[in-house]
């Protein structure tokens, strides 16, 4: 799973709406000039935090370092070092088993009796 996240608690206590963030909006036009499938996600679901969406963005595409598509996507998003081009924006790669560690989240009701607990 591929997934952006954007900083924005040095923006505390007035934080510029996610749409409004320039880089948010540079690689979402990126994105869709690219023919890239993307969609809103939120952080990882997590039973000790409540969070509120961020600007965050899954990515569709899959983490192959010979896949083109992926190719692109990583040098549009980092330099040749690593590092990201793009102030306060995360780049994250979660493999399949990490993300399938909170798989019970989606169970039916599970939230439900989360939130009657809390």
């Known amino acids: 799973m591929l997934y952006l996240e954007f900083e ?5 206590p007035n934080p510029v709406p996610f749409d409004d963030i320039d880089s948010r909006r540079a690689i979402v036009e990126w994105l869709e000039a690219n023919h890239v499938e993307w969609t809103r996600c939120g952080h990882v679901a997590s039973t000790t935090v409540m969070r509120s ?5 899954y990515i569709d595409v899959p983490y192959d ?12 998003l980092e330099f040749e070092d690593g590092t990201m081009r793009y102030d306060g924006v995360r780049f994250w790669i979660f493999p399949l088993d990490k993300a399938m560690e909170n798989a ?3 169970e039916p009701g599970f939230w439900e009796r989360w939130a009657d607990n809390f």
């Open 8 to 12: 924005l608690a040095e923006q505390r």
């Open 53 to 57: 969406y961020a600007g965050q963005i």
């Open 65 to 76: 370092v010979d896949d083109p598509t992926y190719q692109k996507l990583q040098q549009f």
């Open 104 to 106: 019970y989240h989606d």
